[in-house]
């Protein structure tokens, strides 16, 4: 290995291990002094993590009917990309949801939503990312669909490294609320889609923001408990 690639190698190592989860939680009051931390260059620094996470390995096409109108890549995955207004805008709707619920008591599952930490990783964040897979049908548990998964996998975390090399913060999330079908329709989300995470990724953290690691961050222990090297 050559002095150039030993650098490229020990450089892409650093980045990897220095990714980490980190749930930020912000007071939905402080929102506006969160976005003045937002530049335009911060959606240039997106578009070459997209750029990255397009790298992603992938086995079989989407199945055509995910590639009817103008999000028509190959790929199995799409990233619905909510740039900071958008953020605003689906906070907006979540409350609205959970205000009527409140005034006609119907079901409680907005206003659950709205009392959850996600409003707060909302506010916090600078881009949220709805990450979807995009199933085949049959929609079963079958080969093709699992490397759909997988692939998908791939690019969030193509994605996650990307932004941890500008130094950002990031956390892939399962959604809770934002799983929701009419999330998805408010979102401009196809419901074939399938929800694979919610990424929320900030270049900074307002100084008020309560910062959370990852439960299981420190679990992993070492390579022999789950490495096995083959002898037969
Ligand atoms: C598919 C997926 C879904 C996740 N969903 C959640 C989640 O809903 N809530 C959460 O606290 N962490 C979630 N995580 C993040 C994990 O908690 C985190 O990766 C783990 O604790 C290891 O920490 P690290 O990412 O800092 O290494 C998710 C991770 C993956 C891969």
């Known amino acids: ?41 911060h959606l ?7 750029q990255c996470a397009a790298m992603a390995p992938f086995h079989k096409r989407a199945d055509e009917v995910h590639c009817q109108d103008s999000l028509n890549a190959p790929m199995p995955w799409r990233f619905h ?3 900071p207004q958008a953020c605003n805008n689906l906070l907006e709707y979540l409350e609205s949801r959970a205000l009527a619920e409140t005034q ?3 079901e409680a599952k907005w206003s659950r939503a709205w009392q959850s930490k996600i409003k707060n990783m909302v506010a916090a964040s600078g881009v949220l990312i709805q990450v979807t897979w995009l199933p085949d049908s ?4 079958n080969l093709k669909n699992i490397e759909h998964v997988a692939a998908a996998g791939a690019a969030v975390q193509n994605l996650l490294i990307a932004a941890q090399s500008h130094d950002w913060l990031s956390y ?31 270049p900074q953290s307002h100084p008020s923001a309560r910062v959370i690691d990852g439960g299981l961050r420190d679990e992993r222990g070492e ?10």
């Not at 049959?138 to 548990?141: L, Q, S, T, W, Y």
């Not at 892939?172 to 934002?178: A, D, R």
């Not at 989300?189 to 929320?200: A, D, K, P, T, Y």
């Open 138 to 141: 049959p929609h079963e548990f």
């Open 44 to 50: 240039e620094c997106v578009t070459e993590m997209l």
């Open 1 to 41: 290995m050559n002095s150039g690639s030993k650098h490229t190698a020990s450089v892409v190592k650093q980045v990897i291990e220095a990714r980490k989860t980190s749930k930020v939680l912000l007071p939905i009051e402080l929102r506006t002094e969160q976005q003045a931390l937002w530049k335009p260059e």
């Open 81 to 83: 990309v909510l740039d």
């Open 104 to 106: 006609t008591q119907v």
């Open 223 to 232: 390579l022999d408990g789950w490495v096995r090297w083959v002898s037969t």
């Open 172 to 202: 892939w999330s399962s959604g809770g609320i934002l799983r929701d079908e009419e999330v998805f329709d408010f979102l401009g989300i196809n419901r074939r889609e399938q929800l694979l995470g919610s990424v929320f990724l900030s």
